[in-house]
Structure formats: structure tokens, C-alpha cells
């Protein structure tokens, strides 16, 4: 090690100051580099070795960091995305790309969603010299959790990293979250034939079609409100949000065309693709019935929900650690990703949700070394 990383304050201040929003829409949609290249650089400096991981399609724009200390096969994953959404400048008191103090907090874009929980977690780390390490420390890096979770879905394919378990260092205000629905965002198209609406038999009408469609898919919605339940969530049964529908071009023509969007929240053991066949096999009959050529899709690839056990070894730790029994929450993560390589995993970062995805996100100054305390307990249970 021929230096160490700055302090705390300058860390955020970088990062903050590092734009790498993600989005569907390519004009606000950036690069995520420069904040990897922060990090690579603060982390190589405390003795990590480090891989840039290119994201598959995104190579030269967006990359996951794989930052590993010590060596074995246990250890302890300290997670974040690097990512934030977009924001609009003119509602925030202060520019969003530059780390403002006021009234015991730090306000910036991305302060608690989440580069944030980065800089603690490398003064976590810094606290230990890398000699002490029986099992691995890896703080890993993602790109495009707001998005797409590409970074997340790279990580599953290339089966790394691996370790015995892994904090997500999401705004949950230190409580541990060992739950959480998924997300799934689907669209109806339907393709019927226009046509002059004095006779309704000159063509075939999507929105009488769609008609079809909605009832369905409320019905649907009944159905999967009855047959699954789970208390532990605030809201207790899977939601199906019907979102935005577009159709239709003048009053006096047969609609030739209708698009619906919607999205469904699945409980803990609800099935993605399952939900994904039982709603095209119910509503392919439709587009026979009236006419229409009928097809489902979703318009990401989603996000599963996700459960770690309630008497796993992690949980049961975070709960003594931070007092607070593990709870549900409905917003989704890369949790369910990094389970599926097989480590137990929580949910469990500094700041509130409250303030994420709005003008003036913030950091209050007294989550700071709470976090750290608590991060440095972790990985001298794990990795030391």
C-alpha cells in the first residue's frame, strides 16, 4: 500500500460529484465509470485486488467492480449500486452534484441511494490491516440497478462473486430487510384493423379487445389477492397496477391499435415466468375471440422477489447487532441476484427511502458512524 484513500467527507464529495445516472430513456441514460475508477483507485490503495467487470452490450460505458481483500472461500459481500436515477436540478435547494451540509445532513444526489454506504464501508474497511483476513472482505460495485439491473444479471451469469454472506447496503435506515417483493413490468399489444366506425364490420377494434384484456387481468388480480398472503408486508398481497394505456386515433375510426402497461409486485414464492405463462394463456384466447392479433411481453426482464430464512445465521446477527427485528419491504433490489449464488443475504444501509428518487436527498450525519461501527463488527465476524 503506497497511500491511503481521503477521509470520509472528501470520498462523498467525489462520488456525489461523479454524475452516473441510469435510465430507459438514452438522453438522460450515463456512464457509470468514472465512480468505478473512483473506487478502484481508493480500494486498490487499502491492498484490494481489483476487476473491472464489463457489462455485456455496455462495454466502454458501464462496469461492476469486484474489490477482494484476503482470500478463502467464506467471507463477507458489502454491496452498492453506483448508479442513481435522474433528477430535476430546478426543484433541489442546492445542486444535486455537489455535497451540500445543512441542518445535520448531506444533501447530493445519491447521498443514501446509494454511493453513500460506498465511502462507509471503505472506512470500515480501512480500520483493518490486510494481514488480519482469514476470509475474504469484497466490496462490490454494480451498474444500472435503477435501470435494468444489467450489472446485477452479469454478476449471476459469470457466477461471482461467491462468499458466505452478503450485505446490499440500500436506505433502509439501519434496519435489516430479509424480504421483499419482486417486480415485474408487462405490456398488452393489440393489432386489430381501422376502419370507418359507421359499420363496425369494416375492421376489428383493439379497444373492444382491450376491453377484454383489462377485465381479465382484473379478475386476475382477485384471484392472486386470494390465493397468496403474507402479513409481514404492509401491503400483504401481490399487486397488479394498471399503469398507462394508449389507443386509438380519432373518434369517427375503428381503433386499430391499443397498448396497455402494467406492472405486478409478486410475493416471496411467486414465480416470474409462471405469472408470465398463466397471464399469456389467459388472455390469447381474446385476440381469437375478437379478431385481433393479441401479444403479451414484459418490458424489462424483472426482478424476483426474495426471502432470506428468519433463523439464517445473518439475520439472527443483524438482529442482535442493530436491535431491530428483520422486516418486509415492497421495493425491489439485487438481493434475489446475489442469493442466487449462494450467499445469505440481507438488505441493510444508512439514510431512509423516503428521501431517495426526490429533489434533495439526503444523508443525516448522525447514520454515518453508526454504519461504520457496524460495518467493521460484520467483518470482524466473518472475515477476520
Request: charged share 20%; aromatic share 6%.
Amino acid at each position: 500500500m503506497n497511500q491511503q484513500p481521503p477521509d470520509t467527507l472528501t470520498m462523498l464529495k467525489e462520488l456525489i460529484a461523479s454524475p452516473s445516472v441510469s435510465s430507459t430513456s438514452a438522453a438522460w441514460d450515463q456512464s457509470n465509470l468514472d465512480v468505478i475508477n473512483r473506487l478502484q483507485g481508493w480500494l486498490s490503495d487499502l491492498g484490494f485486488e481489483c476487476e473491472v467487470m464489463m457489462v455485456p452490450g455496455e462495454e466502454g460505458r458501464k462496469a461492476n467492480l469486484i474489490a477482494t481483500l484476503g482470500q478463502g472461500p467464506g467471507g463477507l459481500v458489502l454491496s452498492g449500486h453506483t448508479d442513481t436515477v435522474p433528477c430535476n436540478t430546478e426543484l433541489w435547494q442546492s445542486d444535486p452534484f455537489t455535497l451540500t451540509e445543512r441542518d445535520n445532513r448531506f444533501y447530493g444526489l445519491g447521498t443514501c441511494d446509494m454511493k453513500g454506504f460506498f465511502a462507509l464501508a471503505i472506512e470500515a474497511a480501512r480500520s483493518f490491516h490486510p494481514t488480519q483476513f482469514k476470509q475474504p472482505l469484497i466490496i462490490l460495485a454494480t451498474a444500472d440497478e435503477e435501470c435494468s439491473m444489467s450489472g446485477a444479471r452479469a454478476l449471476v451469469e459469470a457466477g461471482r462473486p461467491l462468499a458466505r454472506a452478503a450485505i446490499i447496503g440500500e436506505p433502509t435506515s439501519l434496519r435489516p430487510i430479509r424480504m421483499h417483493k419482486g417486480i415485474m413490468v408487462e405490456a398488452v399489444r393489440i393489432e386489430g384493423r381501422s376502419g370507418h366506425s359507421s359499420d363496425p364490420a369494416l375492421g376489428h377494434n383493439a379497444l373492444d379487445a382491450m376491453h377484454g384484456v383489462l377485465s381479465e387481468l382484473i379478475g386476475l388480480r382477485q384471484e392472486l389477492a386470494q390465493q397468496y398472503q403474507n402479513s409481514d408486508f404492509s401491503v400483504s398481497i401481490p399487486t397488479l397496477n394498471l399503469g398507462c394505456i394508449h389507443g386509438g386515433d380519432n373518434p369517427n375510426r375503428i381503433c386499430g391499435r391499443c397498448e396497455l402497461e402494467f406492472d405486478l409486485r409478486p410475493l416471496p414464492g411467486m414465480s416470474l415466468d409462471g405469472l408470465r405463462n398463466m397471464i399469456s394463456e389467459r388472455l390469447h384466447p381474446i385476440g381469437a375471440k375478437y379478431g385481433v392479433e393479441l401479444k403479451s411481453y414484459p418490458l424489462f426482464l424483472g426482478v424476483p422477489p426474495f426471502e432470506t430464512a428468519k433463523d439464517s445465521e445473518l439475520v439472527q446477527m443483524v438482529e442482535k447487532l442493530t436491535g431491530h427485528t428483520a422486516q418486509a419491504v415492497a421495493f425491489a433490489t439485487e438481493a434475489p441476484f446475489l442469493q442466487a449464488l449462494g450467499m445469505d443475504t440481507i438488505v441493510m444501509g444508512p439514510g431512509s427511502i423516503d428521501q431517495a428518487h426526490q429533489p434533495d436527498e439526503f444523508l443525516a450525519l448522525d447514520q454515518i458512524q453508526p454504519t461504520i461501527e457496524l460495518l467493521k463488527t460484520l467483518i470482524g465476524r466473518y472475515c477476520l
